[in-house]
């Protein structure tokens, strides 16, 4: 073949090399008309391009024969009728079955782009400069280091480029090849086939795709192995120790040598290679190019490659480009730097002085692989207007940035969370399903158990069906080092308040119930609850309403002259009937009228409770052990007498009497500032609030250090997990190296009750009256409401959907254990527990699960919860053994255990949006947070919600805070439901549901109602949108059968309007070819397809897919106008 060789067109016709380019197929003409045609018809008719998704077939070459001069465009490149959006077409590409065996499927995909680089020798090498896995990296200029993974950024310039390329380019699908050679050769032919390529320069361009191909790791390899082993630093990166230094040996490259008549360097990628279908495979099975194992880890099992090969050289005259697409993946060697298959390959060689461009439109294309839907489209193109319709379509979504408002340099961090593209790959136009909120509202409850089912103890025994399957997977999901962290962290965060609240249950009742009777508590209360409870991520602990419920009991007793362990062993028993009762009559179900108003101020007051108490009781510390001020002041300090007379007065001075003769001789007190009066401990407070502090900043700081740019992605992982045991560790070890005497952890040493007046099993009567048994049943009431509130609410906070549950919750279920641990309780004399909120929300947050961060620049998304029993259950099998611990457990300071309160308390404030709301009215509107409600909602409308939210919280502490008011506390929650009913004349439905949950109707015909106006405003806003639609251009055509089709006439197409502009026409100029010059050329057949070969060895050559050949068939609908 020489210059003046023949192209063939798609029909297998001969045309000179200078012939016009193919047309996007995606806006051609399905059918062409004479002018006469055209002239007679146009005025009355009107043609509709309609695409048929799923039926591809060949035309006949008779067909396209007779059609194929008869083409006929406008002045500005686009046709005479309206044509089908790119993303409509795209759509219908992805939506279309598959009629092969899984060759089109698509995969994950890994992008590397090499550029040609003249190295010091003067040889031609094939040199890596950027890789995409889902971020873009490049390679530093002279730094021999990879980039921070960032957004692409493109210009719009290099988009119209590529597009003009792949128009007018060689474009090659499924090509039947396993080796580079293979490649090059059917590359070759197809290019001077097309004119693309003078025949003179074949051997040069194969010469430059066979260069040997330079990565970044084999450099840095290389340099190791030349004595930096030798020599290592004494300070490395912790995140290189541990790699294999010869994991990353690239086979015998060094071996190559270069050609007698100076041809090239021959690449291990020239020879054929087994492929490699595993994205994860890090042996590289025995083959030379190992491949850059390391960076392996972190591409998608399964994944593929697409290479991108840019370059300028001096034979060539105009730039040539080729798309190619491997119909099975094949390893070629050291050709990608990590070893799995290549499927895609992209060619750009062009003229000196083009390299910058070249380099652009390289980034384009790899930029466009790495879009999920241009990727797809990629693997499922059929003929060159497939990929052109994604390329359109990325257009069509793409965001532009001003030029003058920022810096192109500038490099995008990865964003937090990716936005999905499956509305790009959805239809549209197609009949989306109305979903009923109210409805799914429903089913959830359903699903939740917060339905009534109209039997007895139907919702309890619908827990157990629902949590039975879920039961054996709650111990084998807990294998996890994160369980380890979670269960240490929060043993310490019960340990505390279970033994504070026994001591302060000591002093209220005079040690009938105390520290001892806590740790028993927590024993056998948290090990049967996380054995059989529905949702065992709930952590029981003592409160506070309960410990003012005990105090007004035991003031009660007292007053009557009654045993007070007696009288509460009958409060137990009639609490326990009460919610047993509750249960049988799924009382749960009004758990659904506990809307997000009620859980986040219920949540909000107990964190704030938290965060008080960790700093009062840090303050008593101070009030203990004060610490002494102003020390330059001379201080006094002198015995004021009892009862002396005015001349022992005036005669003695009483500033030189010691403590001890003030007692002893004048039965005085010593009054004053100084050391005798007030004694002083200059360094416990101090080191106290030394301790305090650092454990809360260490447990913040360790915490969020998962995502700091510090050591391995495990080793980040590791630390937040143990952060608060590091904390408590590291805080400890302080105290113990200063040696000051701070307040330890006091944990009884002796297993027995605390009165010894009591035993383990509490008589019923004891002395009092028979009938005060029937008189507990009105404290077991009010008890009843505490419990019941304390429980379900922190069982909503729980379960909220944002936590992802996948095994849900037992509302029935929790509470009939509870009833039953409340019976025991009070037989044994042991204090209740219940549902303790910071612990649960702190349990939840500590097992949360994230996916691994695998491709470099991706951020880690929340997955869900580590459901399991093991923690719950070790957490309380050690409360209970703490009595054998108890030489280890009182070295740990006190104010470190109060600092681990603070972080409790702050950290189960993240998440909760009142609070988020809270800080938002102290910020100016230009600094407050892009929250979804701030741009939903108006901002004073959002300012009302939360000051009235704000004013129940208030009302809650002031009654909590107030021993005369707090056994008011739970009736004030059920009221919180009834202020929340009244927000429904104040705010929309609309705006509650974004700020809130809306709330069930009470009665059924208040539903029905609802209803009712629900269907009007949905046939209105049919009505309303049919209208809209045939606004928006809805073309309606009525058919012979009396149906009627509505076809959509989009105002903008942008496949129309890129060829319209004046960049679309500067760029493609320079590349379409002259119309031929003689017709009679065309009268030559040609063979472009692999039935048209003479032999085998051309068949193979010509073994792909004939892009021309499968233009997509079309309906076109004629209407006459009558």
């Known amino acids: 073949m020489g210059k003046n060789s023949k192209k063939m067109d798609g029909g297998g016709h001969a045309t000179s090399p200078d012939e016009e380019p193919p047309r996007d197929p995606g806006v051609a003409q399905h059918h062409s008309y004479t002018n006469e045609d055209l002239e007679g018809h146009r005025a009355h008719s009107i043609y509709v391009g309609v695409h048929v998704p799923g039926t591809y077939r060949r035309r006949s070459r008779h067909h396209r024969h007779r059609h194929h001069h008869h083409k006929s465009s406008s002045k500005d490149g686009t046709e005479n009728r309206p044509v089908t959006p790119p993303s409509q077409r795209v759509q219908f590409i992805l939506g279309e079955d598959d009629d092969d065996d899984g060759t089109h499927d698509s995969h994950p995909l890994f992008s590397e782009m090499e550029t040609l680089t003249e190295m010091e020798g003067g040889e ?67 290019m001077i086939n097309q004119g693309q390529l003078a025949f003179d320069n074949r051997e040069k361009f194969r010469d430059t795709l066979l260069r040997k191909h330079k990565h970044l790791y084999e450099k840095q390899k290389h340099s190791k ?102 119909s099975q993946s094949a390893n070629l060697g050291d050709l990608t730097e990590v070893p799995v298959p290549t499927r895609f390959l992209y060619i750009v060689l062009g003229p000196p002085g083009g390299l910058p461009r070249y380099h652009e439109i390289g980034r384009a294309m790899a930029t466009l692989l790495s879009d999920e839907v241009f990727h ?34 500038i490099r995008i961090e990865p964003p937090a969370a990716i ?19 109210e409805e799914e509202e429903r ?44 269960f240490i962290f929060i043993y310490f965060a019960c340990l505390t308040p279970i033994i504070t609240f026994g001591g302060l249950l000591g002093e209220a009742t005079e040690n009938r119930i105390a520290a001892m009777e806590s740790l028993v508590a927590g ?4 090990v049967a609850y996380g054995f059989f409870s529905g949702q065992p991520l709930t952590i029981l602990g003592s409160t506070g309403p309960v410990l003012v419920f005990e105090t007004i009991l035991y003031d009660f007793c007292k007053t009557m002259d009654w045993n007070y362990l007696s009288f509460r062993l009958w409060i137990g028993l009639w609490a326990g009937l009460i919610l047993m009762i509750l249960v049988a009559i799924d009382a749960s179900a009004l758990v659904c009228y506990i809307t997000r108003f009620t859980e986040e101020n219920f949540a909000t007051l107990i964190a704030f409770i938290f965060i008080y108490k960790a700093v009062e009781k840090v303050v008593k510390i101070g009030k203990k052990y004060p610490m002494e001020t102003q020390v330059d002041l001379p201080k006094y300090c002198e015995c004021m007498p009892f009862n002396e007379t005015e001349e022992v007065m005036n005669s003695t001075d009483w500033r030189n009497i010691t403590k001890d003769d003030c007692e002893m001789v004048y039965n005085g007190t010593m009054v004053g500032y100084g050391h005798e009066c007030y004694h002083y401990y200059p360094d416990v407070f101090q080191l106290s609030l030394i301790l305090f502090l650092g454990t809360f900043v260490i447990s913040i700081y360790l915490k969020d250090f998962k995502s700091a740019t ?51 099993v509490i008589p019923p009567f004891s002395g009092n009256p028979w009938w005060s048994s029937l008189v507990a049943l009105v404290p077991a009431l009010l008890a009843c409401i505490l419990l019941f509130m304390d429980q379900q609410i922190t069982a909503v906070i729980v379960n909220r959907k944002e936590h992802k549950l996948k095994k849900g919750g037992g509302y029935h279920l929790d509470l009939f254990v509870l009833a039953i641990l409340i019976i025991v309780n009070s037989v044994m004399g042991l204090p209740w527990f219940v549902a303790a909120t910071v612990l649960s929300i702190n349990h939840v947050n500590s097992l949360k699960l994230e996916s691994e961060c695998a491709a470099p620049g991706e951020k880690p998304q929340f997955l869900g919860v580590r459901e399991n029993r093991v923690t719950h259950i070790a957490i309380f099998t050690f409360i209970g053994l703490s009595v054998v611990m108890t030489p280890i457990l009182r070295k740990i300071p006190m104010p470190v255990l109060f600092g681990v309160f603070l972080y409790m308390g702050i950290a189960a404030l993240k998440g909760i949006q009142f609070f988020d709301r809270i800080l938002i009215m102290f910020m100016p509107v230009k600094y407050q947070p892009d929250y979804t409600f701030l741009r939903q909602i108006p901002l004073k409308k959002v300012h009302l919600f939360t000051a009235i939210q704000l004013t129940c919280l ?38 509650l549901k974004i700020l809130d949950d809306t709330l069930p109707e009470f009665s059924r015909k208040k539903r029905m109602e609802s209803e009712d106006d629900e269907e009007e405003e949905d046939e209105e806003a049919k009505l309303g949108k049919e209208a809209i639609n045939a606004s928006e251009g809805m073309m309606t055509i009525p058919l012979a059968n009396g149906n009627v089709m509505k076809v959509p006439m989009n105002p903008i197409n942008i496949s129309e309007e890129v060829n319209k502009s004046g960049v679309w026409m500067d760029i493609n100029k320079d590349q379409e070819k002259k119309p031929p010059n003689s017709p009679a050329k065309n009268n030559t057949k040609k063979r472009g397809n692999k039935r048209d070969a003479l032999n085998e060895d051309e068949k193979k050559r010509l073994s792909m897919m004939a892009e021309e050949d499968e233009e997509d068939e079309g309906i076109t609908i004629k209407v006459m106008k009558s």
Not at 138 to 164: I, N, Q
């Open 523 to 526: 024993l056998i209360c948290g």
């Open 124 to 190: 031609l090498e094939w040199k890596e400069t950027a890789r995409w896995v889902k971020f873009e990296e490049d390679v530093e200029e002279g730094g021999e280091r990879w980039s921070k993974p960032h957004v692409a950024t493109l210009s719009l310039h290099s988009l119209f480029e590529l597009r003009s390329f792949i128009l007018n380019g060689t474009v090659i699908l499924d090509m039947d090849a396993t080796s580079l050679d293979q490649i090059a050769d059917l590359l070759l032919d197809n």
């Open 954 to 991: 208030v009302v809650l502490w002031v009654i909590k805070s107030f021993k005369q008011t707090s056994i008011l506390f739970p009736l004030m929650l059920v009221v919180m439901i009834g202020v929340r009913k009244c927000l429904d004349w104040i705010f929309t439905q609309r705006e």
């Open 710 to 760: 510090f050591f391995p992605a495990k080793v980040r992982q590791f630390i937040s997990d143990f952060a608060v045991i590091i904390a408590i560790v590291v805080m400890s070890a302080v105290d113990y190296a200063v040696g000051i005497h701070t307040p330890k952890l006091d944990v009884p040493s002796q297993f027995k009750p605390t009165w010894e007046g009591r035993g383990w």
């Open 376 to 409: 797809d489209v990629a693997y499922k193109a059929k003929n060159r207007s497939h990929l052109l319709a994604g390329v359109d379509e990325f257009l069509d979504a793409v965001t532009v940035l001003p030029p003058g408002e920022w810096d192109p340099a």
């Open 419 to 437: 936005p999905s593209q499956q509305p790009r790959k959805n239809k549209k136009n197609a009949p989306v399903e109305v979903v009923d909120e």
């Open 225 to 326: 192995e030349n004595g930096n082993m030798s020599r290592l630093p004494l300070i490395r990166s912790l995140a290189e120790i541990g790699r294999n230094h010869s994991s990353s040996k690239s086979g015998n490259n060094a071996s190559v040598t270069s050609h007698p008549e100076g041809a090239m360097e021959q690449s291990p990628s020239s020879g054929s290679i087994t492929r490699n279908h595993s994205g994860n495979n890090l042996d590289g099975n025995g083959q030379e190019h190992k491949g850059n194992t390391h960076f392996m880890r972190k591409i998608p099992p399964g994944s593929e490659a697409s290479n991108i090969l840019v370059g300028e050289v001096p034979f060539l005259e105009k730039p040539a480009t080729a798309f190619v697409r491997l």
């Open 443 to 486: 089913k959830l409850r359903d699903e939740s158990g917060l339905s009534r089912t109209g039997r007895l103890f139907g919702g309890f025994f619908n827990d157990i069906k629902r949590k039975k399957p879920w039961y054996l997977s709650d111990f084998k999901d807990a294998i996890a080092i994160q369980s380890i962290a979670s």
